[in-house]
C-alpha cells in the first residue's frame, strides 16, 4: 500500500556492509536509515565503504549518529565527532539526524548554537527516546533549542516511557517514529511479536503522526519484510475502521 509517510529502512539488514544494503534497499524502500552506530569505526569510512555512486540511487536518506558518544568528555570532544560524521555524510543530503539524548546536563542548548554556526538547522536534530532518558526531563530544552524528536515505540514500552505523550507541543517536534514489534534484551523484535497493547500505541502514534518518516528498525531481512507487510495490514484496517 501507499503510506501518507516515507518508510525507511536501516542500513544494516542483509550480511554486508552499508554500501551493499543500500543498493539492496534502494529498490524496495523509498528512504534509507545510515547507521553510524559505532564513531570511530564510521570515521574511518572510505570511499570503499561509502561510495559517491549511493547518491545516485533513487532514495532519501537520514543518519542514526552513534551509541557510543561519551558526553563526559565534554561539548568540544563530542562535537569534534559529530561535526566528522555529519560532513561524511554530507553528499547524501540527510535531511535528518537521530541523536540519543546527552547523558550530561547542559549539553543540548551550547550543541544546537553550534550546529548554527555550521549551517545544520537543529529541527534536523531529532533527539530519541532510549532506556534511562526519556524526553520529559529535557523537553524544555529541546523546545527552547530547537530541535525535533524522535519517538521509539519499543523504548515507550518497554522502558514505561508512555508519559511522553502527554508532553506539551509533542507532536509539532515529532518528526520520526521507530516502529518494531518490541525491545527484549536490547534486541529488536519484528511486528509480529507486537501485542495487543502494542498495536493499540502503534496505532495512536500514526494517528497523531505529521512527519515526514517511519522507521521499521529491524536488522534482519524476514523481520524487516515481514513488518512491512504488516504495518501496511494494520494501517488499512484501521484507516477502514476510521
Same mark, same amino acid.
Given at each position: 500500500m501507499k503510506f501518507?509517510?516515507?518508510?525507511?529502512?536501516?542500513?544494516?539488514?542483509?550480511?554486508?556492509?552499508a554500501a551493499e544494503n543500500a543498493v539492496? /534497499?534502494?529498490?524496495?524502500?523509498? +528512504?534509507?536509515?545510515?547507521?553510524?552506530? &559505532?564513531? +570511530?569505526?564510521?570515521?574511518?569510512?572510505?570511499?570503499?565503504?561509502?561510495?559517491?555512486?549511493?547518491?545516485?540511487?533513487?532514495?532519501?536518506?537520514?543518519?542514526?549518529?552513534?551509541?557510543?558518544? *561519551? !558526553?563526559?568528555?565534554? /561539548?568540544?570532544?563530542? !562535537? @569534534?565527532?559529530?561535526d566528522r560524521l555529519i560532513d561524511k555524510a554530507a553528499f547524501l543530503s540527510p535531511h535528518a539526524y537521530v541523536l540519543h539524548p546527552p547523558t550530561e546536563l547542559d549539553m543540548l542548548i551550547p550543541l544546537a548554537a553550534r550546529l548554527r554556526d555550521k549551517g545544520v538547522d537543529p529541527a534536523n536534530f531529532l533527539i530519541?527516546?532510549?532506556?534511562?532518558?526519556? /524526553?520529559?526531563?529535557?523537553?524544555? &530544552?529541546?523546545? &527552547?533549542?530547537?530541535?525535533?524528536?524522535c519517538l521509539d515505540i519499543g523504548h515507550l514500552l518497554a522502558y514505561?516511557?508512555?508519559?511522553?505523550? *502527554?508532553?506539551p507541543d509533542l507532536w509539532r517536534h515529532v518528526q520520526m517514529l521507530h516502529v518494531y514489534g518490541m525491545e527484549t534484551?536490547?534486541? @529488536?523484535?519484528?511486528?509480529?511479536?507486537?501485542d495487543k497493547s502494542g498495536r493499540d500505541l502503534l496505532r495512536t502514534l500514526l494517528n497523531n503522526f505529521t512527519g515526514p518518516t517511519v522507521t521499521l528498525e529491524l536488522f534482519n531481512e524476514q523481520?524487516?519484510? @515481514?513488518?512491512?507487510?504488516?504495518?501496511?495490514?494494520?494501517?488499512?484496517?484501521?484507516?477502514?475502521e476510521s
Open positions: 501518507p509517510y516515507s518508510v525507511a529502512a536501516p542500513s544494516f539488514v542483509i550480511p554486508a556492509g539492496y /534497499l534502494a529498490g524496495r524502500f523509498p +528512504e534509507i536509515d545510515l547507521l553510524f552506530f &559505532e564513531a +570511530e569505526a564510521c570515521l574511518a569510512y572510505t570511499d570503499v565503504d561509502l561510495p559517491p555512486s549511493l547518491a545516485e540511487l533513487p532514495v532519501s536518506w537520514h543518519v542514526h549518529l552513534p551509541l557510543d558518544l *561519551d !558526553w563526559s568528555t565534554g /561539548l568540544d570532544t563530542i !562535537w @569534534h565527532t559529530l530519541e527516546n532510549i532506556q534511562g532518558y526519556s /524526553l520529559i526531563p529535557i523537553w524544555d &530544552e529541546i523546545r &527552547e533549542a530547537g530541535y525535533s524528536a514505561e516511557q508512555e508519559k511522553i505523550l *502527554d508532553l534484551r536490547q534486541r @529488536h523484535q519484528p511486528l509480529s511479536n507486537m523481520g524487516l519484510f @515481514h513488518s512491512l507487510d504488516l504495518l501496511g495490514q494494520w494501517t488499512s484496517c484501521w484507516s477502514n
